[in-house]
């Protein structure tokens, strides 16, 4: 997903240093932008002017302390508390001390994620969706130690890069993945409980409904693997509440290979 | 015992029930040539009742008085004369124990706003009649939707999925985690919801919101279906004033 924000942050003429260990991995983030900016220029949805320039601002760095000039360190790495803590912990000696430092977690709480820095003010949730340079959304997350100052930045900076931005309080799910819960929720109770078929259900919350997708196709492209892990993530941070339980039949899914379309098997047939 | 059926000259409906839903139906099949007769002769159906082609009962709120509606229709019409009824908050099978001619009796999925789209849920129960299914799926073709068999049981499928994700989001704005437009704002733009959740109970309403969570929850006995404080409060001042 880092890629993904370095495009549109670069699309809007900020300067973005795409940061990884690896330098294979950031250039084939690369690749990927620019093979992607292609097909946008082909279907004459981008000129080749900003493509060029996009790709001209992304640079690739593998070392944190060549990020020490950056106004707004944005992290999407692994989905790992230890792992993302570590990282602000090591960054905030070399970043200057109005940097903003911004965690793209989907899962995780940002007051966690701020708990292990010497500043918790600066640290705030970016929270994009995929795919990013499509999805006009950003949730704008506050943890309890957030400032104003640092919230009222981070919108800035999101409206910059063309995005709806919402102000989101730092709990589990933050809003977008929370309220998302009972579509999935339901339909596998329903489903469960011998109500309707995957098919119908489908075609019912689309036809009758009006959605876009169906839960099952949705989650079928999300991969059910990864349905399952932030229902049982939001789970475990609300201790619990059965609002929140995942369903016996996405586990067996999972045990049996069916991970969605990725895998060509899942509540449909790829 | 004769199968209901849909006369083929005579095209006039009976539509009783909530106001927003009779309003909304009648709209839509008056649209398409039928004859709407108003909800308020269901205190003096037997003149007319010859008249009636089908029957539509379209009480979610006051169960007591769906049955009122129901017992009377049954009375009064001919055993062949279908009637569809709105089945998310007590099941068709309750119902039909309200009723002499069970065999005509079919739950529908009728919550407002949804008749607006393509697709409407079915129940028959055990004591359907196969020609009753019939005429409620000629009836709905006519109208230009398609039908959807589902099993008949309390929230059907889009009303319980539509209604837990309104109350998750009202939730969501009781625990202060972001204003109401923004949890719209955030369901439509960040995962292409049609529609925010919290604008579609203000036009479902949110008393119909809370009757169907309230009859998932007594029906299902499960803490998952408890009903958001706050959305209680604004079913009962009837509007959403934060």
Known sequence: MGTGIARVAALNKFNVALYDINETVILNGIARITSEMKTSVEKQKLSQEEMTGTLSRIHARTKLSDLSHCDIIIEAILEDLRIKKD????????????????TNTSSLSITAIASGVKKPERVVGLHFFNPVHATKLVEVVQGTQTTEETMQRAIDFGEKLGKTCVRVKDTPGFAVNRVAQPFYGEALR??????????????????????????????????????????????EQFFNDPRYRPHSIQRQMVDSGKLGKKSGKGFYNY | MKSPSIPKNRLSVFIVGDDSLVDEYSEIASGFNYAIIAPDKINSLKPIAGK???????????????????????????ET????SSSINVSALDQSQWIMMKHRLVGIAALPTMIRNSIVEVSPTVYTNESAVDVARKFFLSIKKDIAIVQDRVGMVLPRILCQIINEAMFAVQQDVASPKDIDTAMRLGINYPSGPIEWGERIGFKQVYAVLDALHTDLGEERYRICPLLKEIAAAGKFWR
Request: charged letters at 25%.
């Open chain 2, 81 to 84: 004369t279908a009637i569809l």
């Open chain 1, 87 to 102: 990282l602000f912990r090591h960054l905030e000696g070399d970043v200057k001390p109005e940097t903003i430092l911004a």
């Open chain 1, 190 to 235: 329903i489903l469960g409980e011998g109500i309707a078929s995957v098919e119908d259900i489908d075609g019912i919350v689309k036809g009758e409904g009006g959605f876009a997708m169906g839960p099952f196709e949705l989650i079928d492209l999300i991969g059910i693997d990864v349905n399952l892990a932030a229902t049982q993530s939001v789970y």
């Open chain 2, 52 to 78: 009636i082609s089908i029957a539509l009962e379209l009480s979610n709120l006051d169960l007591d008085r769906k049955k009122k509606n129901l017992t009377a229709l049954d009375k009064a019409l001919p």
